[in-house]
């Protein structure tokens, strides 16, 4: 029996552990139904409400998903790979591919809510953007499916200053991108900076994402800088946690 410094583990979360490691050893596949509470009773010697609570934290996990009438069933929603290096690599956004194409594959991606504005930034993002007193930016929000799963909310935000009158106001940026836009305003960036942490969602993050219960979500927030350094734009972006691999890499 697995020990902590708190003493055993409870019963339910033994049970989410078998789970687990049922799934990740191929045992049951995606879309596979699990054992239901009848069957880890019998197997495990427990009551209703243990085998339940071990259902449950297979589903706050996101690697199973309750249906109503069927019982639980393991995600089979495939995670998305975010290359943290490869998609902001030039040669991605310069030669006209979204960064998303370093991520997806051969998967459907598409941005189903998009909205551009003029406001002035938040104390945090006008600190990084060193703006003046009252200086607008430009606020572009999205919300990213793939697999018509909602994976990903954003928000960037951009001196007005340097993106005035340019397609960057627009909802369609064209190829290439926001960056690609960027570099031929004479604004390239060379240099990005990303700061990342978790937490549980809001109420609103959680609706928008379609998260389940106990879900966390990641945090980004990306700065991208120009030559000497300027801060171009900041990009404040919320994950959906068992949605994403955050992978980085690079050579030692």
């Known amino acids: 029996m697995a020990h902590t410094d708190d003493g055993p583990r409870p019963k339910y979360q033994r049970i989410a552990d078998t789970l687990r490691e049922a799934i990740q050893a191929g045992r049951y596949g995606p879309g596979d139904r699990l054992p239901g509470e009848n069957d880890l009773m019998a197997t495990h010697g427990v009551a209703r409400m ?15 998903e309750a249906r109503k009438g069927a019982g639980v069933f393991v995600r089979s929603f495939r995670p998305l790979r975010r290359r943290g290096i490869q998609r902001l690599a030039e040669q991605q956004w310069g030669n006209g591919r979204s960064i998303w194409s370093a991520d997806i594959e051969n998967r459907s991606l598409e941005v189903d809510q998009v909205t551009v504005s003029e406001e002035f930034a938040p104390d945090r993002v006008g600190a990084v953007l060193d703006l ?56 390239k960036p060379v240099h990005f900076r990303e700061e990342i942490r978790s937490r549980m969602p809001s109420k609103d993050e959680a609706a928008r994402l ?36 955050l992978e980085y890499d690079f050579d030692a």
Request: hydrophobic share 40%.
């Open 50 to 64: 243990t085998a339940r609570q071990a259902l449950g934290v297979l589903r706050d996990e996101g690697i199973a």
């Open 210 to 245: 379609s998260v389940a219960a106990g879900t966390p979500v990641i945090l980004i927030c990306r700065t991208a800088y120009a030559a000497e350094g300027r801060p171009v734009e900041v990009n404040e972006m919320t994950l959906d946690a068992a949605s994403y691999v």
């Open 132 to 187: 003046a007193d009252e200086e607008p930016v430009c606020v572009r929000r999205r919300r990213f499916v793939l697999d018509g799963k909602p994976v990903l909310l954003a928000t960037s935000y951009l001196p007005m200053s340097l993106v005035a009158g340019s397609v960057i106001t627009q909802e369609d940026t064209g190829e290439g991108g926001t960056y690609a836009r960027l570099a031929e305003l004479g604004h």
